[in-house]
T-cell receptor, first 116, second 111 residues
Framework: DGGITQSPKYLFRKEGQNVTLSCEQN?????MYWYRQDPGQGLRLIYY???????QKGDIAEGYSVSREKKESFPLTVTSAQKNPTAFYLC???????????????FGPGTRLTVL | QKEVEQDPGPLSVPEGAIVSLNCTYS??????FMWYRQYSRKGPELLMY????GNKEDGRFTAQVDKSSKYISLFIRDSQPSDSATYLC???????????FGPGTRLSVLP
């Protein structure tokens, strides 16, 4: 079955530690995204990548880093510089097409990160 | 003014009620209009999308777009407890690269 997998489902981190969230897709999508979701605030874009070995900052990139070495993988590292990392993190992917074409974002099941 | 605003909720209705969920947007260049449904502790999934003004129906769900007013709605007829979720409106941006999401409305349908 095609889809997006995220791991782990739950993650606990001590203050000062870096942690990496995994995101893998087998949909053959070019574009991948990381969002953060907090209660009452909807989805906020952290980073996105339209192509392998290239990525751009979203609205709240500070304290986060990503890599895109393979088309199917887009891991997110939450660094110790992120002051309030406790949140629900969602990975998504889509085809990368012109603005006139229809693109749908497919989401993974999410990772809930809690800082202890 | 925020780019997308959505009824804040939460919204509680009895089973069988008609539900109206609404979003307003400020960017007149948006061409596609989407509704995502997100169950608790899950990722969002696309429920409906539409391209033009007017109505689009899919079973118990109807998406309505009024481009002149920059207003979109999602109607749910004969609501069921399984419809209890957060509903997010979404718009691909001007470059087709990113999506702008509303903050979501949490709906509870009570049996």
């Amino acid at each position: 079955d095609g889809g997006i997998t995220q791991s782990p489902k739950y993650l606990f981190r001590k203050e000062g530690q870096n942690v990496t969230l995994s995101c893998e897709q087998n949909l053959n999508h070019d574009a991948m995204y990381w969002y953060r979701q907090d209660p009452g605030q909807g989805l906020r874009l952290i980073y996105y990548s339209q192509i392998v070995n290239d990525f751009q900052k979203g609205d709240i990139a500070e304290g986060y880093s990503v890599s895109r070495e393979k088309k199917e993988s887009f891991p997110l590292t939450v660094t110790s510089a992120q002051k309030n990392p406790t949140a629900f993190y969602l990975c998504a992917s889509s085809t990368a097409g012109p603005v006139s074409s229809y693109n749908e974002q497919f989401f993974g099941p999410g990772t809930r990160l809690t800082v202890l | 003014q925020k780019e997308v605003e959505q009824d804040p909720g939460p919204l509680s209705v009895p089973e069988g009620a008609i539900v109206s969920l609404n979003c307003t947007y400020s960017n007149s260049a948006f061409q596609y209009f989407m509704w995502y449904r997100q169950y608790s502790r899950k990722g969002p999934e696309l429920l409906m999308y539409t391209y033009s003004s007017g109505n689009k129906e899919d079973g118990r769900f109807t998406a309505q777009v009024d481009k002149s007013s920059k207003y979109i709605s999602l109607f749910i007829r004969d609501s069921q407890p399984s419809d209890s979720a957060t509903y997010l409106c979404a718009f691909p941006d001007n470059y087709g690269q990113n999506f702008v999401f509303g903050p979501g409305t949490r709906l509870s349908v009570l049996p």
